[in-house]
Protein backbone atom coordinates (compact mmCIF):
# COMPACT_ATOMS: atom_id res chain seq x y z
CA UNK A 1 0.00 0.00 0.00
CA UNK A 2 1.52 3.24 -1.18
CA UNK A 3 1.98 6.02 1.88
CA UNK A 4 1.93 9.65 0.91
CA UNK A 5 3.33 12.75 2.83
CA UNK A 6 2.49 15.77 1.99
CA UNK A 7 4.62 18.99 2.87
CA UNK A 8 4.90 23.05 1.74
CA UNK A 9 2.10 24.22 2.91
CA UNK A 10 1.49 27.80 4.53
CA UNK A 11 0.06 31.36 4.73
CA UNK A 12 1.05 33.56 2.22
CA UNK A 13 -0.72 36.69 0.83
CA UNK A 14 -2.71 37.03 -2.02
CA UNK A 15 -1.13 36.62 -5.12
CA UNK A 16 1.77 34.66 -3.86
CA UNK A 17 2.94 31.71 -4.29
CA UNK A 18 3.82 27.96 -2.96
CA UNK A 19 5.04 24.54 -3.86
CA UNK A 20 3.47 22.06 -2.16
CA UNK A 21 5.17 18.01 -2.59
CA UNK A 22 4.22 15.08 -1.94
CA UNK A 23 6.72 11.89 -1.28
CA UNK A 24 5.23 8.42 -1.74
CA UNK A 25 6.61 4.91 -1.02
CA UNK A 26 6.75 2.06 -2.87
CA UNK A 27 8.24 0.83 -5.85
CA UNK A 28 5.00 0.97 -8.10
CA UNK A 29 4.68 4.80 -8.40
CA UNK A 30 5.13 5.51 -11.56
CA UNK A 31 2.20 2.81 -12.17
CA UNK A 32 -0.60 5.13 -11.69
CA UNK A 33 -1.74 8.40 -11.58
CA UNK A 34 -1.78 10.94 -9.14
CA UNK A 35 -3.71 13.98 -7.90
CA UNK A 36 -3.82 16.75 -5.43
CA UNK A 37 -7.81 17.39 -3.61
CA UNK A 38 -8.33 20.16 -1.07
CA UNK A 39 -11.04 20.69 1.23
CA UNK A 40 -11.95 23.92 2.78
CA UNK A 41 -14.10 23.89 5.88
CA UNK A 42 -17.44 23.12 5.71
CA UNK A 43 -16.97 22.09 2.13
CA UNK A 44 -16.74 18.46 0.05
CA UNK A 45 -13.37 17.65 -1.16
CA UNK A 46 -12.90 18.75 -4.38
CA UNK A 47 -10.78 17.89 -7.35
CA UNK A 48 -7.78 20.06 -8.12
CA UNK A 49 -5.21 18.66 -10.29
CA UNK A 50 -4.26 14.62 -11.60
CA UNK A 51 -1.11 14.14 -13.41
CA UNK A 52 -0.64 10.33 -15.62
CA UNK A 53 1.67 7.36 -14.08
CA UNK A 54 4.46 8.82 -16.60
CA UNK A 55 3.71 12.54 -16.85
CA UNK A 56 2.42 12.77 -20.04
CA UNK A 57 -0.86 14.25 -19.14
CA UNK A 58 -2.10 16.73 -16.96
CA UNK A 59 -5.94 17.85 -15.68
CA UNK A 60 -6.89 20.60 -13.82
CA UNK A 61 -10.17 21.88 -12.33
CA UNK A 62 -11.35 25.14 -14.34
CA UNK A 63 -10.88 26.83 -11.01
CA UNK A 64 -7.13 26.54 -10.88
CA UNK A 65 -6.14 26.36 -14.54
CA UNK A 66 -3.83 28.49 -15.94
CA UNK A 67 -2.43 29.16 -12.16
CA UNK A 68 -1.57 25.97 -10.63
CA UNK A 69 0.74 23.66 -12.34
CA UNK A 70 1.25 19.65 -11.63
CA UNK A 71 4.76 17.94 -12.05
CA UNK A 72 6.10 14.64 -11.35
CA UNK A 73 9.48 12.88 -10.46
CA UNK A 74 9.22 9.33 -10.66
CA UNK A 75 13.09 8.79 -10.01
CA UNK A 76 12.06 10.69 -6.79
CA UNK A 77 8.79 9.45 -6.02
CA UNK A 78 7.58 13.03 -5.71
CA UNK A 79 4.60 14.76 -7.16
CA UNK A 80 4.42 18.11 -7.27
CA UNK A 81 1.90 21.65 -6.92
CA UNK A 82 3.12 24.74 -8.20
CA UNK A 83 0.56 27.06 -7.12
CA UNK A 84 0.68 31.12 -8.33
CA UNK A 85 -1.80 34.09 -8.69
CA UNK A 86 -2.75 32.34 -5.11
CA UNK A 87 -6.77 34.02 -3.82
CA UNK A 88 -8.59 33.86 -1.10
CA UNK A 89 -10.65 30.83 -1.76
CA UNK A 90 -7.50 28.33 -2.57
CA UNK A 91 -7.38 28.50 1.17
CA UNK A 92 -8.07 25.04 2.11
CA UNK A 93 -6.40 21.34 3.36
CA UNK A 94 -4.50 20.45 0.15
CA UNK A 95 -4.36 16.42 0.40
CA UNK A 96 -2.24 14.11 -2.02
CA UNK A 97 -3.52 11.48 -3.59
CA UNK A 98 -2.30 7.74 -5.79
CA UNK A 99 -3.90 4.60 -6.85
CA UNK A 100 -5.98 6.02 -10.19
CA UNK A 101 -5.09 3.58 -12.68
CA UNK A 102 -6.02 4.78 -16.43
CA UNK A 103 -6.65 8.19 -17.56
CA UNK A 104 -10.65 8.66 -17.40
CA UNK A 105 -11.21 12.26 -16.78
CA UNK A 106 -14.44 11.86 -15.15
CA UNK A 107 -13.32 9.22 -12.91
CA UNK A 108 -9.80 11.25 -11.77
CA UNK A 109 -12.45 13.91 -10.37
CA UNK A 110 -13.70 10.76 -8.32
CA UNK A 111 -11.75 11.05 -4.47
CA UNK A 112 -13.17 7.23 -4.07
CA UNK A 113 -11.01 6.06 -7.63
CA UNK A 114 -7.48 7.08 -5.03
CA UNK A 115 -6.52 3.82 -2.95
CA UNK A 116 -4.25 6.32 -0.88
CA UNK A 117 -4.46 9.76 0.29
CA UNK A 118 -2.05 11.86 2.28
CA UNK A 119 -2.70 13.29 6.26
CA UNK A 120 -2.87 16.99 4.27
CA UNK A 121 -1.32 20.49 4.19
CA UNK A 122 -2.65 23.35 5.08
CA UNK A 123 -2.41 26.41 2.41
CA UNK A 124 -4.30 29.57 3.82
CA UNK A 125 -4.19 32.67 1.80
CA UNK A 126 -5.01 35.73 3.31
CA UNK A 127 -5.52 39.55 1.88
Known amino acids: QVQLVESGGGLVQVGGSLRLSCAAS????????MAWFRQAPGKEREFVSA????????YYADSVKGRFTISRDNVENTVYLQMNSLKREDTAVYYC????????????????????WGQGTQVTVSS
Open 97 to 116: AAGARGWNLLVLRIPSAYAG
Open 26 to 33: GRTFSSYA
Open 51 to 58: ISAVGTNT
